[in-house]
């Protein structure tokens, strides 16, 4: 069974910066599609970014320029670097992977003054 396992959300002043985590059991780790995607309040998940085996990555409009999104495929791990986060950055984010379909149990940002 494969486990995504988020980390480093938190509450954060509009401006700031937080870095995501996301820890990814199994094997291959290098071979999958990995991503976040976000839920605000009230709203649809939606996507943040994705990063291939290879590095290519793909971003949503609203955040490109101020999300990056990287992977260590040595450690099995896919990072989500937020900056000038804004309030309407607020959600929980999660982790994906593709194929398969898994879905890490999320982390909340806030961002607020």
């Known amino acids: 069974q494969v486990q995504l396992v988020e980390s480093g959300g938190g509450l954060v002043q509009p401006g700031g910066s937080l870095r995501l985590s996301c820890a990814a059991s199994?094997?291959?780790?290098?071979?999958?599609?990995m991503g976040w995607y976000r839920q605000a309040p009230g709203k649809q998940r939606e996507l943040v970014a994705t990063?291939?085996?290879?590095?290519?990555?793909t971003y949503a409009d609203s955040m490109k320029g101020r999300f990056t999104i990287s992977r260590d495929n040595a450690k099995n791990t896919v990072y989500l670097q937020m900056n000038s986060l804004k309030p309407e950055d607020t959600a929980v984010y999660y982790c994906?992977?593709?194929?398969?379909?898994?879905w890490g149990q999320g982390t909340q940002v806030t961002v607020s003054s």
């Open positions: 199994g094997s291959s780790f290098s071979l999958y599609v």
């Open positions: 994906t992977r593709r194929p398969g379909g898994y």
């Open positions: 990063i291939a085996g290879d590095g290519r990555t």
